[in-house]
């Protein structure tokens, strides 16, 4: 005689809780749909084997503090998430100007300085070199006399780094040192926070990395 139990059918995913954590780092919180892109991302992850942690996830008592102490809060839980988790996953697409979004690169340095593999993604195909080039309000001029990789300048008189990564060096560097790799898509500009291609590659990658076989 068969047992009857209330349990629901495996759908041969292991838990949740037995699940690598991954935060998933990036612009998408300033969306209009900011859950719902959240959520499309952490069902990618989960086909794949992780858990995907989403700065929205914290649940936070915001109502009676005054701003700044909101923020602050914030920014502690999402220290408290990446904290928890076994890899970060960056959205490094350029954001508000020609890098990455600024909280977005904190959160990279946060992990690489607590030993977590970082990887990264972006939906911008130029390098960080050509989009300085391309958003400067004036040509870029050369600089006599300078080392190769600092031989333009823009019109503030300020050298353009140009190493030919995706990013600023030092958020590609704790990317590469930390064994994260960076995958670089093209997509129009109005997908631009929204397709999941490379995204998609990253975690690839992460259950490569973390996922029991």
Same mark, same amino acid.
Do not use: W
């Given at each position: 005689?068969?047992?009857?139990?209330?349990?629901?059918?495996? /759908?041969?995913?292991?838990?949740?809780?037995?699940?690598?954590?991954?935060? @998933? !780092?990036?612009?998408?919180?300033?969306?209009?749909?900011?859950?719902?892109?959240?959520? !499309?991302?952490?069902?990618? $992850?989960?086909?794949?084997?992780?858990? #995907?942690?989403?700065?929205?996830?914290?649940?936070?008592? @915001?109502?009676?503090?005054?701003?700044?102490?909101?923020?602050?809060?914030?920014?502690?839980?999402?220290?408290?998430?990446?904290?928890? $988790?076994?890899? @970060?996953?960056?959205?490094? +697409?350029?954001?508000?100007?020609?890098?990455?979004? +600024?909280?977005? !690169?904190?959160?990279?340095?946060?992990?690489?300085?607590?030993?977590?593999?970082?990887? #990264?993604?972006?939906?911008?195909?130029?390098?960080?070199?050509?989009?300085?080039?391309?958003?400067?309000?004036?040509?870029?001029?050369?600089? !006599?006399? /300078?080392?190769?990789?600092?031989?333009?300048?823009? /019109?503030?008189?300020?050298?353009?780094?140009?190493?030919?990564?995706?990013?600023?060096?030092?958020?590609?560097?704790?990317?590469?040192?930390?064994?994260?790799?960076?995958?670089?898509?093209?997509?129009?500009?109005?997908?631009?926070?929204?397709? @999941?291609?490379?995204?998609?590659? $990253?975690?690839?990658?992460?259950?490569?990395?973390?996922?029991?076989?």
């Amino acid at each position: 005689m068969t047992k009857k139990t209330d349990r629901p059918p495996s /759908s041969g995913r292991p838990p949740s809780s037995d699940r690598p954590k991954v935060y @998933l !780092a990036g612009p998408e919180v300033f969306l209009r749909n900011a859950v719902e892109a959240g959520a !499309a991302k952490v069902e990618l $992850c989960a086909r794949h084997g992780l858990e #995907g942690k989403y700065p929205l996830d914290a649940q936070l008592d @915001l109502g009676d503090l005054a701003l700044a102490e909101r923020a602050y809060a914030i920014a502690r839980a999402n220290e408290g998430l990446i904290g928890n $988790c076994d890899a @970060l996953i960056a959205n490094l +697409t350029p954001f508000r100007g020609p890098g990455a979004d +600024t909280g977005t !690169a904190y959160e990279v340095g946060y992990a690489r300085g607590r030993g977590i593999p970082v990887f #990264g993604y972006s939906n911008h195909h130029l390098s960080f070199f050509e989009r300085v080039r391309k958003f400067d309000p004036k040509p870029l001029k050369h600089r !006599a006399g /300078s080392e190769p990789t600092m031989a333009f300048e823009d /019109s503030d008189r300020m050298g353009v780094e140009q190493f030919g990564l995706a990013e600023n060096l030092m958020v590609i560097g704790a990317i590469h040192e930390s064994g994260g790799s960076i995958v670089v898509g093209r997509t129009k500009r109005r997908d631009r926070y929204t397709d @999941l291609a490379a995204f998609e590659d $990253c975690v690839k990658q992460v259950a490569a990395l973390l996922v029991q076989k």
